[in-house]
């Protein structure tokens, strides 16, 4: 039937009216049963439309099931599935149909028995599964015992004690000597599904097993292709050299036609390369891994999409790969707005010193683009290359100006925003284009480029003449303004008095007063009483905290914590990578994958290894100096020196104890970022934790 015919059918019909032409068809006439066809294909299609009223009808698709024909079965079956948690009584008289048609001479109705079989949720159903389904498991047709695998993994879904308590899963392991491949790609997929349910069940492969799987690779299906490449994930190499036979002998696959076969045989590879002592062959696997990623980009914008979330994840862990390939990252007119931004993140994190002037010509084309929110990813991404790159920091900061000098309001406000954090990374270097910015000071309608501006006024207010004038403009509107804009204003007003007391002072005593006593802002109102009490009190400390040398600012603060890029290298294909998450926070039941320990384990290059390293290293450290101040508290000279010294910096010490969280606080809105000191630690080791701009968790933001 034509597909305009098939149409037709999806119209709301009435019970009585399907039940009739359901039942008129049995005429001797209808020898093919194209018309028990018709009316079946007419109820699937209502049912199909969540019409529930066809659940009436189940009496009378139970004795259609007698047909012989595979077609009609079918139908019937779907409807049997759709409804039998619904009315399971009446599914019951099923049952002895489906049992009957598991020794049909049939192959094809063998394995539709079985599958149906064991997708009804009925508990009658799933204890009749399991005697038939032994005898399948060693039926002669390999369609038949594909089927069988995949019901026992079903089976398991329904009822894990059922299965546990039998020899399913022995069975399922003799299969994977079966001598046809497809059957064989079918256990493994089973066995991994059940592994992934169970916490009692351990999946192990041994050299000689991985070996023979791999041998059956190219007879197999691309699904059967990919279900033998997962399973490769649990053999554990006890030998550098079998890791890296077994990683050779899969290379064929990454030029496999089919996405899910080329990033599973690419997660495997990268999996494997832990296990690799040679650099050498390391690195001729990562220029392996760089032509597929490259090919999948040529495929639609979704296969594009997930090939880019996976090359900014295999970046992290291997730089090498891709390395050399920028180019074909650069954007087409016509890719969509979410391959357009994953494209520039990964052009900034393939960015060099050497390419750099081939980038920013790039992106200054998309600076130029229509699309607004990809206009200032490009902005923003010149600004950090500026922060990435520091021999390019110039040429970055030209092309900012010349952007700038187009008038556009959004490019200008971004632009604001990123020249502000180029400041606090080369202070006393690029101050010459303050008026600039000054210039520009109509176009800022948005509370970030607000508060950066108001940031640069406030921080070089003894450079700019008429600071003053530029910030009683801003003050005007402080009651309209946000939080975040009235919080940089305080202490721009409170910086302004500091460097420049006789232009400051007018403006100190109004804005206190606003932010202590007419907001109801906590923190706009503490860091206010904090501001107003270290001015009365002791304004050199308070220059010494409000005009404070910042902490240094990074632009590779995004990448990913050493364990998650651990686990997320061992799930390289899946959904777990588009949110660039671990896979357990994506899939709930999914368990976390860790790399097992093996002799052959390259533990020193692993990056949770390193991280625990510099901790180790961090905390001896510490120690020391603990050591050597309590050794040197034992010579009463150092001591009166240590108490002369403290007694000198009391007052600063006391109003930093007093006022530390409203010290985070102010830094929160003074600098655009929070900085978090580890306990236990010296400020030396202060790390920047970037905001999330707008929820969307973008590399390309501050």
């Known amino acids: 039937m034509s597909s305009g015919q098939d149409a037709k059918l999806f119209a709301r019909g009435k019970v009585a009216e399907l039940r009739l032409e359901l039942n008129q068809s049995a005429g001797k006439k209808d020898k093919n049963f194209s018309a028990k066809k018709i009316a079946m294909k007419k109820i699937v ?3 199909t439309m969540s019409n529930n009223d066809m659940v009436a009808l189940f009496p009378d698709i139970i004795g259609v099931m007698g047909v012989g024909s595979i077609e009609v079965k079918k139908m019937c079956f779907l409807y049997l599935v759709n409804y039998a948690r619904a009315k399971p009584e009446v599914a019951l008289k099923a049952l002895p149909i489906l049992l009957n048609d598991l020794e049909d001479s049939n192959p094809l109705m063998r394995a539709l028995a079985l599958r149906t079989l064991s997708y009804v ?49 022995d069975r399922l392991n003799l299969m994977l000597r079966d001598e046809n491949p497809t059957v064989v790609s079918s256990a493994l997929a089973a066995l991994m599904d059940i592994w992934e349910r169970s916490e009692s069940i351990k999946l192990t492969i041994d050299y000689a097993n991985a070996s023979k799987i791999v041998q059956i690779l190219p007879d197999c299906s691309e699904w059967g292709q990919t279900y033998i490449l997962e399973a490769l994930t649990s053999y554990v190499p006890q030998d550098t050299s079998e890791a890296a036979l077994l990683a050779d002998r899969i290379t064929p696959r990454l030029s496999h036609t089919n996405s899910a076969v080329v990033l599973t045989c690419i997660r495997v590879i990268l999996y494997l390369m832990n296990y690799i002592d040679d650099q050498k062959v390391i690195s001729s696997l990562c220029s392996k891994l760089s032509p597929p990623l490259v090919t999948l980009l040529s495929k639609g914008p979704e296969i594009q999409y997930l090939a880019l979330r996976n ?3 295999i970046l992290q862990r291997r730089p090498d790969v891709l390395r050399n390939d920028i180019r074909v990252f650069f954007c087409k007119y016509n890719d969509p707005i979410y391959v357009k931004v994953t494209k520039l993140e990964l052009i900034f994190m393939l960015a060099s010193e050497r390419n750099i002037r081939e980038v920013l010509t790039e992106l200054r084309e998309y600076a130029t683009e229509i699309d607004v929110h990809f206009v200032r990813k490009s902005v923003r991404a010149i600004g950090k290359l500026a922060i990435k790159i520091e021999p390019a920091a110039k ?6 100006l010349e952007l700038v000098a187009t008038k556009v309001s959004y490019i200008v406000q971004e632009a604001t925003v990123v020249i502000k954090n180029i400041f606090r990374k080369y202070p006393n270097q690029y101050e010459s284009i303050i008026s600039t910015l000054c210039e520009n000071l109509d176009s800022l309608d948005e509370p970030e480029a607000k508060a950066a501006m108001i940031w640069v006024i406030g921080q070089y207010a003894d450079r700019i003449d008429n600071s003053e004038t530029l910030l009683e403009d801003f003050l005007d509107s402080w009651a309209d303004e946000t939080h975040e804009v009235q919080l940089a204003l305080l202490t721009a007003t409170v910086k302004l008095f500091i460097q420049r007391p006789t232009k400051g002072q007018e403006l100190v005593p109004k804005v206190l007063k606003w932010a202590t006593e007419e907001t109801d802002n906590p923190d706009l109102r503490d860091r206010g009483y904090m501001y107003w009490r270290l001015l009365s009190s002791n304004p050199t400390a308070a220059k010494g905290i409000v005009m404070g040398e910042k902490p ?7 990448k990913l914590d050493p364990v998650t890029l651990e686990e997320m290298c061992l799930v390289v294909g899946t959904l777990a990578t588009v949110y660039l998450k671990p896979v357990h926070t994506v899939f709930r039941s999914a368990r976390p994958r860790r790399l097992q320990e093996s002799p052959a384990l390259q533990k020193h290059t692993l990056p949770s290894w390193q991280a625990a390293q510099q901790a180790k290293l961090l905390t001896d450290q510490q120690k020391a100096m603990m050591v050597a101040q309590t050794n040197g508290a034992a010579n009463g000279h150092v001591l009166d020196e240590a108490d002369a010294l403290f007694a000198s910096m009391g007052g600063r010490e006391m109003m930093q104890d007093d006022f530390g969280p409203s010290s985070s606080s102010a830094m929160h809105g003074e600098q655009g970022s929070m900085y978090v000191v580890n306990q236990g630690q010296g400020l030396g080791q202060v790390q920047p934790t970037m905001h999330v701009q707008n929820g969307d968790g973008d590399l390309l933001s501050f």
Do not use: G
């Open 552 to 558: 240094a600012i990074t632009a590779e603060s995004e």
């Open 395 to 400: 040429l970055c900061i030209t092309t900012l």
């Open 45 to 47: 299609a209502n049912m």
């Open 311 to 313: 090359a900014l994840l």
């Open 121 to 169: 949720h009925v508990r009658q159903f799933v204890e009749s599964t399991l005697a038939p389904l032994k005898t399948l498991l060693k039926d002669p047709d390999p369609y038949v015992r594909k089927t069988a695998a995949f019901c026992v993994a079903k089976l398991y879904d329904h009822d894990k004690q059922l299965v546990e308590s039998s020899d399913l899963i």
